[in-house]
């Protein structure tokens, strides 16, 4: 009896195991609901290791060879952005001198034009004092030269546009008239013409000239403001500030100082 139960045990057992191999048992993805790993398995080309990271290797090149090219169009358009704002400071920077010099054309027109329209009677600054013996009479200057120097000098500016030539015509002009009315007019124009060719430290010598010597002068505000710009170019900022700062102390209404304001607020930051 014993046997028989022992045999058919033996047979059920043989049984179950042949249902059990004629049907394996289903493989789970243990990663389903991960879409991301999924998808990651699902792009791997069918084959071995080698060539599945073969594969992954050409991904990652092609990506940074990507990145480079992202990197290169931006490195250009930086470029592109910098050259933009070169120019546009450029552009600034000559309608600045553009508005300087249409501004001294337009004053030294209305001093012309003020000199043309006196009263014949009216004493000229080249008039000197007559002596004690003959009261009642003026004696005009001989040297009538002065004015034509000058006036020469000035054209060679605006009309003939021969800067260097203008450069050697006022220097000689305030060689030969160091005490002339046009003095401070003179040394303002000679120091504009060498700011502009960039000899700077005679530029600066021109305009201490006209802010030290010539206080009384409508041209004492540009000179200053010139030699503040000329402490700028040459990098020296604290100088700069301090000349800016007196220009709009001094003449607060002036254009110049108009001028220098932005300038002190650039160098503030």
């Known amino acids: 009896m014993k046997l028989n139960n ?6 059920l057992t043989a049984g179950t195991y042949t249902v059990f191999a004629a049907d394996p048992a289903p493989v789970f993805d243990v990663n389903a609901g991960q879409s991301g790993a999924t998808s990651q398995s699902s792009s791997l080309p069918p084959g071995s290791v080698s060539e599945k990271m073969a594969h992954l290797e050409r991904k990652l090149e092609a990506r940074n060879r990507a990145q480079v090219r992202i990197q290169q169009q931006l490195d250009e358009l930086q470029t592109e952005v910098n050259e933009i704002r070169g120019a546009t400071e450029l552009h600034t920077h000559q309608l600045t001198q553009v508005l300087e010099r249409q501004r001294e ?8 034009v003020s000199e043309a329209l006196k009263p014949a009677n009216q004493v000229p600054a080249s008039i000197v004092a007559t002596d004690s013996g003959n009261q009642g009479q003026v004696n005009y200057s001989s040297d009538l030269t002065e004015n034509e120097a000058y006036d020469h000098a000035v054209n060679l500016v605006l009309k003939d546009k021969k800067y260097q030539q203008a450069i050697t015509e006022f220097g000689n002009f305030n060689k030969k008239y160091p005490n002339s009315s046009y003095a401070a007019n003179a040394h303002y124009w000679l120091g504009q013409l060498l700011f ?23 041209k004492r ?3 200053m403001l010139k030699l503040a710009m000329v402490a700028q170019k040459q ?30 607020d650039s160098l503030a930051q």
């Open 196 to 218: 502009n060719k960039g000899d700077l430290d005679k530029a600066k010598q021109e305009f201490d000239i006209v802010v030290n010597q010539h206080k009384g002068s409508n």
């Open 6 to 11: 022992v045999l058919l045990g033996m047979m």
């Open 235 to 264: 990098n020296n900022k604290s100088r700069a500030v301090v000349l800016y700062r007196q220009l709009i102390e001094e003449y607060p209404t002036s254009t110049a100082a108009q001028l220098a304001q932005p300038r002190l």
């Open 221 to 223: 505000a540009d000179a």
């Open 105 to 112: 054309l337009y004053q030294e027109l209305d001093r012309r």
